[in-house]
């Protein structure tokens, strides 16, 4: 069993340059709809390199950038962005933390990794009555991008078909608004930003090693092999080497009642 601060190994450098951001509107509406301001303090928990922390960081007092990946932090840590504590932890560790009186929580993509209604009771303990949990990621149905069957395909040949979750997460088959129905954190509000997205076969090909599944560490020395048969996949299903994608990205507030 993959420890969890081995799960993206490798794959820091590519995750912060390859996967989608989160665009200048959906920090403005994180921001307003939690009503931050310079005296807020919100947790970013499996902050990965930044992808919320660092452009939520202007809109709040202080963000708690919380990861169990050494390589994460250190990638995010390194533009120096005022107003942001980076400290290795994960959901099970942070009474360990001393972090504080907290605000808010956001996660962005890493709610799937944890042990959900558990920690969502421990939200229940530690945030002011005000706090809300706020997920950024895609939607309940998330539509693959056109490339998807192509470079799974290749997946497949070199015996990289495995997707990590929480167990809770894998056997339950539940989604997050479902858990989060059942908590202390009810009250739902949910809002879903679109935008098309281009990317060249470079692009993929580094997004690609930003996934635990197919991380760098992962594949060990077979990554030239793994990177160079997904460009050849990519060329024959797409001679002209620009791929579009429609991003969906759901901003889903959950507040006590
Ligand atoms: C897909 S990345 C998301 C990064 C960033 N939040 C974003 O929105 O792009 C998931 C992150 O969750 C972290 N993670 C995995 N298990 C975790 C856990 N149990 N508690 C906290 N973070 C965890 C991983 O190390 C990884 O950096």
Known sequence: MISRSELFAGAATYYARYRHGYEAEIIEYIADVLDLDDRARVLDLGCGPGTLAI?????????????????????????????????????????????????????????????????????????????????AGPTTDPVDPPWEPVVQAVRQTFGLEWRANSEEYAQSGRHHDEVLRGSAFHRLESRCFTRTARQSVD???????????????????????????VREALAAANPSGEWREKVVTEILVARRP
């Open 203 to 229: 692009d993929i090909v580094g997004l690609q090693l930003s996934f635990s599944y197919s991380s760098p560490a992962r594949l060990g020395e077979r990554l030239p092999a793994f990177t160079e048969a």
């Open 55 to 135: 452009p939520l960081a202007a809109r709040a007092g202080e963000i708690l950038a919380v990861d169990p990946s050494e390589e994460m932090l250190a990638e995010g840590a390194r533009w120096g962005t005022p107003g942001i504590r980076w400290l290795r932890g994960d959901s099970s560790t942070l009474g360990e933390l001393s972090l504080g009186p907290i605000d808010h929580v956001v996660m962005g993509r890493s709610f799937h990794w944890m042990e959900r209604d558990r920690l969502l009771r421990h939200f229940d303990d530690l945030l002011p009555a005000h706090g809300a949990v706020v997920l």
